[in-house]
């Protein structure tokens, strides 16, 4: 059943998919999503080295198989790039720490409401 | 459709389910099991302690999983240690070299048929 904050939800989905992104902006919301991407991945690497010298016993193993399938899929899942979702993962970025405002220097501010909305958990929306 | 050698199949399963096992059988079939399951699952380990300290990407890391799926499932269905089964999987890990003849020692003729005929492959019976 929709309620009002479904149709809020709607109107901001419906807003950021009409948002016009510069050459400019785009080369900025791509280098902060891919900076992000690569320290994330960089960190499930060497957690997955940590585990993997660590393991002695079969149940670890399969304790590494499962961590890399949760990582897998969370990043499959978190990092969409597509435009009409892109300041609500960028939000989710902000949020995490993964980037900073200096990262989004250059936006303009009609993106970086619906950034830093995000980043506050009020534009939170499931983008999958 | 059952064929000849289904038949002849369907017997070998039937002899194999009715064969008994005397106590000192059982030790000696449980040990050689062990000793083949132990030592694939070091391989492993060792496999992926190797893969895991060699990454640098992505894909590697989700190959590293891939490969602990695949591993994780063909242990699972290879080590099946039902009495009704066991020759066929000694006969299997036989073959592979994991075992030899000595392990078995101690073993009546009657299972040592069926574990010689499986592992020359003539008796290798899927027992999922």
Known sequence: ???SSDFAAG???????????SPVEKTIARKAFNLALQEELQSV??????RAARIQQR????????YL???????????????SVIPFVLGGLL?????NEDH?????EDKLTYI?????????????
């Not at 690497?45 to 940590?50: A, F, H």
């Not at 989004?104 to 303009?108: A, K, N």
């Open 104 to 108: 989004l220097r250059g936006l303009r």
């Open 69 to 83: 399938t949760k990582r897998r899929n969370e990043i499959d899942r978190k990092y969409d790039f597509r435009y």
């Open 59 to 66: 149940f670890e193993l399969w304790d590494l198989e499962h």
């Open 95 to 99: 949020q995490e720490g993964r980037i």
């Open 45 to 50: 690497i060497r957690e997955t080295k940590d």
């Open 116 to 128: 830093r909305r995000a980043a506050k958990g009020t534009g939170r929306i499931k983008t999958a």
């Open 11 to 21: 109107d901001m989905h419906a807003d950021v998919r009409g948002l016009r992104w």
């Open 1 to 3: 059943m929709a309620d």
